[in-house]
């Protein structure tokens, strides 16, 4: 929250705490705590010099603001909710509750982005978060029903999302396995050429639903990667055609032609609808072959395990990266596609007031505690209903 920066100016410091959402972010775990008391959850910093604390916990607001201050954390992780209070010598401790979480990030993507690879990103490949992001939220949203979805930026190559629905935070792991898998699509190591297999039945109505999301970015994205544009590329690309008549034919004409991958890929559309005419045999094995490449290059590539762990600490909302300087901002789904990089906050430009982008982003350091106490004022409610609801079921008996 705080970051290591405040050593070097305290008064500066003490204006970013007044802009970061103490208040806010102390309601929201408060929250996502109920019907546990707020001792009960597992918190963590990194301090100067990677100092790791675990087992840190906090009982009202007045203990969370001291503590950010008095520790001055580089990071702050947000871990689970304990039946008691989290402490390293409480082997019996069992994990009562924490938000099903999502952490995606643009390094699982370095096999299909050709933009940057590693700890780089660029405004083209943020394109990959903008479509994880709708596809996974529209997903939480309509296939589960959950409704009080938080976005988070990672503060570096990626983002997570944080659901903090009742249903969701007291899901078992088996539970938040299943969730995880029905998300996953992409499956297979470094070896396998095709990944995605959507079999010759009707598709399920969320894939289908994914494939639109990424029909409405494919163009764009397929030109800034430009997936087929060299040849070793291609020969990635044709090992993804399992016939091998249609191979050959994908492979003479492309080879022959501009190195445009969009121009390359209608190419392939055409030689593949037609082939698909004539080969009325061939459905079976590639009748989904176009969804499934789209698949490939553009849906989600989630990190699983942070999904199906219980007990997994995730860095909280509003944290700077200790290497970027850039904050944890909250941001909206449907406005994902408008983030650019460069915009996104950074401790440095907060804090000088003669940096040419402070202006713009105090602006939208602003617009992010705004999206942060909308989805926290959502939970609240839906928190005030449950326990209504609960109140009157109990009445009842
Ligand atoms: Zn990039």
Redesign the pocket.
Known sequence: MVSGFAKKNVCKVKEVILINPIYDSFRWLACGNSPQPLSNRELSFTLADDVYIRYLSICDQKEFQNLLQKKCPHKLDIGAVYNNKPSISRHDAVVLARELVFDIDLTDYDEV?T??QEA???D??WKFMVVACEIIHKSLKDDFGFQNILWVFSGRRGIHCWVSDYEARTLDSPGRAAVADYLCLIIGGDNQNKKVHLGSDNLHSSIRRAVSIIDKYFDDIIQDQEFLGTSSRLQKFLKMIPEDALREQVEKSLEKMSESSLERWKTFISIYDSYLRENGNAIRKIKYLVEEIKIQFCYPRLDVNVTKGFNHLLKSPFSIHPKTGKVSIVFKPNNARNMKLDEIPTIHTLLDDSSPDNVQHQNNMRNAVKNFQEVVFSLEKAEAIRKRNYANTTLDF
């Open positions: 982005r933009c940057c780089k990103v660029c083209k490949c």
